[in-house]
């Protein structure tokens, strides 16, 4: 038998802030962001785990501090992840659809969107410079 099974996907002019979470509940990965099943959102949700530790380091449990992190956290990813999703929202319906027709794919990136070249989309996803891990527990022993 044949099972079928809906798949959500935000678009790109969807994602905001709002997208993860609210107050000090934090939504990461694919809650937060879904897309077509093109590998980005594995790597997504691992940038999430990193930036929103980043964030929080140093921040207080339950201060004003720590909501100021959550919510500079979410403004930079949500910002981060408008053309990723956009791009694999065009990659995914040229792909799926088969359909290499320019305007088809374009439309798929929304009105507010630009789709990217391959180079393009590389260079945004491989040329981001993480802090080590060894930096961020330095900072995590000096805040303890």
Same mark, same amino acid.
């Given at each position: 038998s044949v099972v079928e099974h809906g798949l959500y996907i935000r678009s790109p002019a969807d994602m905001s802030p709002e997208a993860y979470g609210k107050g000090r509940v934090v939504v990461i990965g694919d809650a937060a962001h879904p897309m077509r099943p093109t590998g980005q959102g =594995? !790597?997504? @949700?691992?940038?999430?785990c990193w930036a929103l530790g980043k964030a929080l380091v140093g921040a207080s449990s339950v201060k @004003?501090? +720590? =909501?100021k992190a959550i919510q500079d956290f979410r403004g930079l990813r949500s910002e981060r992840l408008k053309p990723i999703m956009a791009y694999t929202l065009a990659a995914g319906e040229a792909a799926y /659809?088969? !359909?290499d027709? +320019? *305007?088809?794919v374009r439309m798929a990136t929304?009105?507010? *969107?630009?789709v990217m070249t391959s180079q393009q989309f590389s260079d945004l996803l491989y040329t /981001?410079?993480?802090e080590s891990l060894d930096g961020l527990l330095q900072q995590l022993q000096v805040a303890a």
């Open positions: =594995l !790597n997504q @949700a691992v940038e999430d @004003a501090t +720590e =909501l /659809k088969q !359909n027709d +320019e *305007t088809v929304g009105l507010d *969107t630009e /981001k410079e993480f």
